[in-house]
């Protein structure tokens, strides 16, 4: 039996259930929220369609010990981005909603890992590792995964090749100082600064466009309707599957690094293995000089908010 719990019924966390339910992550979905008849109604909704998805039990309530004895709890609960703003501008009030809610998660759920979607998500997740006392591998963050599926769909869409062959990774920051790892970027096996087909080829500049329109994907998306919901939905559920299923898969999240590139003492996306363990290791993907730079500057701007927090 796997349970899931997801704190906040908002347009995300009401994303990643429907996501989860439709994939058969687990046989039990949670929904907390402070609004009872919010979460009412997103559970009944998502029971009327239990014909046509695989089994499960999902519940909700207003009541946190609806959580408990979950194997993953998913926080997307806190102040959410508005047009203009950057997920860093969000950091004291969410910092401070883990405060409060991380300690009471942890004790219904104690075996649980804790699984961060809030943003500023690094920030947050880096705030959560403290509040819980629990270990590292335990508390990580969504991270860049959904950059890293944005940037691959970009490529694909340019180079005429179906997504599911490009193999790209956005590390550091989910958020403005991101970086695009085109080092080690391919398609099909040839490096993506190598390729060629069709007359399609993707020089500098149009790398540089690429990056942009990552960068500020979800600027346009809050812009035309609020919320960043359908992609994240599914980019967490696929990181529920790693975890539940112990895939060993390696996904781009945000974890505590620990000398990975000379960086520690902060939470930062990269290519690491996760599995029921939670985040089993990072690993050290070959950077050049360039990307290195950016990593360092990345993990400065991190760690700037959380000081500015008393982190």
Known sequence: MSKVAIVGAGAVGTAIAYAAQIRGVCRELALFDVN??????????????????????????????????????????????????????????????????????????????????????????????????????????????????????????????????????????HGDSEVPLWSTATIGGVPVQDWESGGSRLDEAGRARIHQSVVTAAYEIIAGKGATSLAVGLAVSRILEAVLHDEHRVLPVTSLLDGVHGLSDVCLSMPSVVGRAGVESVLATPLSAEEETQLAASAETVRAAARSLGL
């Not at 089994?55 to 004895?69: E, K, N, Q, W």
């Not at 969504?142 to 869409?157: K, M, P």
Request: with cysteine; charged share 15%; glycine share 8%.
């Open 36 to 173: 009872a008849g919010k979460v009412r109604a997103e559970v009944l909704d998502l029971n009327h369609g239990m014909q046509f998805t695989p089994m499960a039990r999902i519940t909700g309530s207003d009541d946190l010990s609806v959580c408990a004895g979950a194997d993953v709890v998913v926080i997307t609960a806190g102040a959410k981005q508005k047009p203009g703003q950057t997920r860093l501008d969000l950091a004291a009030a969410n910092v401070a909603m883990c405060r409060d809610l991380v300690p009471r998660l942890v004790g219904l759920a104690p075996d649980a890992l804790l699984l961060l979607v809030t943003n500023p998500v690094d920030v947050v997740t880096y705030a959560a590792l403290q509040f819980s006392g629990l270990p590292a591998q335990r508390v990580f963050g969504s991270g860049t995964v959904l950059d890293s599926s944005r940037l691959r769909f970009l490529i694909a869409e340019h180079t005429g090749v179906a997504v599911q062959n490009v193999h790209a990774y956005i590390a550091g920051e």
